[in-house]
């Protein structure tokens, strides 16, 4: 049986989460269930314009 048992705990901010990773021995996690996760620090502020074949330009 594998030694990586424990379960994560929820992390309610980025200093926890930060203080956690500073401070504990993540080989005793499994973490193989994890997965990418990617976001937008800032929201687009307009969309880029199409361009149809006629070169007349839309949303």
């Known amino acids: 049986?594998?030694?990586k048992n424990r379960s994560m705990s929820s992390l309610g901010s980025?200093?926890?989460a930060e203080d956690f990773i500073a401070t504990t021995d993540l080989t005793k996690y499994d973490l193989s269930g994890f997965r990418l996760m990617r976001f937008e620090i800032e929201p687009?502020?307009?969309m880029p314009r199409?361009?149809?074949?006629?070169g007349r330009t839309g949303r």
């Open 14 to 16: 980025d200093e926890a």
């Open 44 to 46: 687009k502020t307009t």
């Open 50 to 54: 199409k361009i149809s074949c006629c």
């Open 1 to 3: 049986m594998s030694s």
